[in-house]
């Protein structure tokens, strides 16, 4: 199971475009990247997944270089309900390792 | 459609007793996974069951251990319960084994041993 590393924290503000970046050097061949936002007392919830190139859904972006050794989910627009733990995975298994996760703080 | 559901909401338990906590997965999903959040450590990875087997389990001892009914639905069973084992215990469900099938998350059961 690929290890991956993101930042523990980032602040923004409500409107901005945020990135969080996760590297992920050891990702095999048949991983793919998968990300979960966390609100307090909730279980995780789905955002995305990729395994290359980019992503796009209602809700994020997902970029993928093509060496995938990283990633980045690009939230845009964001409102003070994007306030939230953003996890990183990779992943070709049901066995999920969460790491300690970005905590996003949206300000007004 | 109904998602994961787990019982009970909150557990009170105290030190040395056992503790069962209940999961039912969405309807059509065959893969169940338990995981333990404790306070400042994290989503650890517990167990995985799938069409009635374990496929995997995380880094926890033997007392913590679980079983899938015919009908997918999931039981996690914590022996001689410990102080630390004060967490809160999340069920996922998903339609297939794969890491690439999203998993849904319940809402939790919140364990305090005393």
């Known amino acids: 199971l690929a290890k991956t590393t993101q930042p523990i924290s980032m602040d923004s503000y409500e409107g901005q475009e945020v990135n969080i970046t996760c590297s992920h050097n050891n990702i095999a061949t048949n991983d793919y990247i998968t990300w979960y936002q966390q609100f307090p007392s909730q279980g995780p919830r789905f955002i995305i997944q990729?395994?290359?190139t980019k992503v796009t859904n209602e809700v994020a972006s997902l970029f993928i270089p093509a060496d995938r050794k990283s990633s980045t989910l690009s939230l845009p627009r964001v409102s003070l309900s994007d306030t939230a733990v953003y996890y990183c995975l990779a992943s070709n298994t049901g066995k999920l390792i969460f790491g300690q996760g970005t905590t996003l703080q949206v300000k007004p | 459609e109904a998602g994961v559901t787990q019982s009970p909401t909150h557990l009170i338990k105290t030190r040395g007793q056992q503790a069962t906590l209940r999961c039912s997965p969405i309807?059509?999903?065959?893969?169940v996974y338990w995981y333990q959040q404790a306070l400042g450590l994290g989503l650890q990875f517990l167990l995985w069951y799938d069409e009635g087997e374990e496929r995997n389990r995380g880094n926890f001892p033997p007392r913590f251990s679980g079983r899938q009914f015919p009908n997918y639905s999931s039981e996690l069973n914590v022996n001689a319960l410990e102080l630390e084992d004060s967490a809160l215990y999340l069920c996922a469900s998903s339609f297939g084994t794969r890491g690439y099938n999203e998993q849904f998350f319940g809402p939790g059961t919140r364990l305090t041993v005393l």
């Open positions: 990729g395994y290359k």
């Open positions: 309807s059509g999903h065959t893969s």
